[in-house]
């Protein structure tokens, strides 16, 4: 069908994992008619899972787009990930839709993803439905659920239908007012919602207290009831069996009546130079369209999803990525139907498209046909930060640019996934939200990419520093059979404040060290703070002041120097109580408060300096606390673990400090120096 943008639905299916979106996706496309039966995740035939990793693991590890037209409505899905390892794709669908489905699986309740997504719709400030899926599992619990959503969410969650005959139907709550429901008579539920939509508006809330509900018109209702969704007031709660089928027309019907289409929705929140900027949902503007998701298909190549805020974009259009000076031409667009796409000749404002082939496009970049918008952005999405990393390298030399455009393509696709290269360790790191994420991942290398993947926890970037002066000295003489080399140097060494670096200081008299050889010196110096002294990494913290040698007129040079400047470096060091320094890390960790004793008792057996508590969101508790970063290798196992997957943490650089000399010993003891001898 054509539509208009009025007549679009932007909705995002989200929630604890095993909830059951994917069902519901599928329900929801067959009941629009825009699949012939629902597929099913133990045949992997459905239209979302099509992926071969999800069909062999069972559960989503993307968003899929699909969309299906209903009753002069045209609907546009996003099925998420449940798993928190998977949240990057998840979160960035919500910058695409008005409306988040929050999907509550009826016989486990409030679960941690419940809590977490309701938080994430509504600092997004996005429209918020409870879908209580399966509720003809146990029908009797379902009144019980209802106070839990309540007391978790808020009193402004009331149900919007309600099972009726033994969860084999639905019944209206809001445009009809009579007849029963398994949970009490219709009419209790109507009132109350009546009584909170109207709330929202003095005007209606008059008319309504004057002339009672026949004083409403449709239209008022329906006015304020999307002001109340778009404001917070109302969390609607419907009730559907996506298995059976039962409720989900019902769904589409509320989307129809009830939920916002992109002209109504709460404004997406965009910024002009620094500026708050409202994108008009206007077809014949500039175009104004966001990337919220990358996919690097083997076949169709890359593939960037976004949708459209402003403007129409059509096909053959000229488009501008960002602030770019030189424009793309969308070829070719695409609707998503899962796997399938289906090409189109325009996308309106609201629509979700894709082009293709377009390389220079990245996640989150903001499309547009005129340098008027150049400066137009979307403020960021608050992703979790990736904490659980592996250090990797090619299992097969040869292959390591093949693992570099790899990484970079999955890094493109996740906004969760984060590929770092050290320098100094010379290593890459990969870090993710979890053992799970990092293991499809690495997965994913092998299959996709053909590229076998070694894998170790990261290095810990230790330090070296010195605890008091000290003076050295080393003279430098060979001879081998006409010119020699020769180079004597003393310097003296003193402790620096803790992160001043390096200071290098020439005090040298009376040319006993001729001025082009000093240079020499401080090389010599440098290539032991680059190569560490007494366990093999940086030193820091420390100033060198040269003020004696002797040197030769014939022999010597700037390599005697070198080699001098070196030795006496680390004469100087062994003398100076050398210290190996270790990172300390801020640690926040956010628990439920019943996990609150295991996680600080865990801390303390990890050297952790516990600062104190505060209260977090949704009844959860957050710890913080400095810790050694040596110390949280295996954490984010261990955290979930102890909390059955629902702790979190976040870690921020703090400063250095020595480990204790237990640890630096086996540090020692691990370090087999290998310093030139010439």
Known sequence: MSYSTQQIRNVALAGHSGAGKTTLFEALLFAGGAIPAAGSLERGSTVSDFDPMEKARGHSLNTAIASTDHAGIH??????????DFRGPTLSAFSAVETVAVVVNAATGVEYGTRRMMEYARARNLCRVLVVNKMDVDPGHLPVLLEELREAFGP??????????KGTRVVDCFFNPTGDSDLGPVADAHQRIVDQVVEINEQIMER??????????????????????????LVPVCFVSARNGVGVTELLDL??????NPMEGNPPPFEKNGQPFEAAPDADAHVVADVFKIVNDPFVGKLSVFRVFQGTVRKDSQLFIDDGRKPFKAGHLFKLQGKDH?????????????????????????????????DIRLRPLDFPKPMFGLAVEASTRGQEQKLATALHKLAEEDPGFLVEHDAELNETVIRGLGELHLRVMLERIRERYGVAVATRPPSI?????????AEGHYRHKKQTGGAGQFGEVYLRIEPLERGRGFEFVDAVKGGT??????????????????GGAIAGYQLQDVRVTVYDGKYHSV????????????RAFLDAILKARPQVLEPIVDLVVSVPEEHMGDITGQLAGKRARIHGTDAGRGGEMLVKAQVPLSELTDYATELKGATAGRGRYELEFSHYEPVPLGVQRQLMEAYRPRHDDD
């Open 75 to 84: 609907v546009n899905l996003i099925d998420t990930p449940g798993y928190p």
């Open 156 to 165: 402004e969650c009331l149900p919007i239908n309600l099972p009726a005959d």
């Open 208 to 233: 309504y207290l004057e002339d009672g509900e026949e004083g409403l018109s449709g239209q008022a209702l329906h006015d304020a009831f999307e002001q109340c969704l778009r404001e917070g007031h």
């Open 255 to 260: 989307a129809e009546k009830l939920f916002p």
């Open 342 to 374: 289906v090409e189109i000749d325009q996308a309106i404002p609201g629509d979700i498209a894709a082009v293709a082939k377009v390389e220079d496009i990245h996640f989150d970049a903001v499309l547009h046909d005129s340098h008027d918008e150049d």
């Open 461 to 469: 970037a230790y330090r070296e520093t010195i605890g008091a002066p």
């Open 513 to 530: 060290i001729p001025g082009q050889f000093i240079p020499a010196v401080e090389k010599g110096v440098r290539q032991v703070l680059d």
């Open 555 to 566: 022999d010597s040079k700037e390599v005697a120097f070198v080699a001098a400047g070196k």
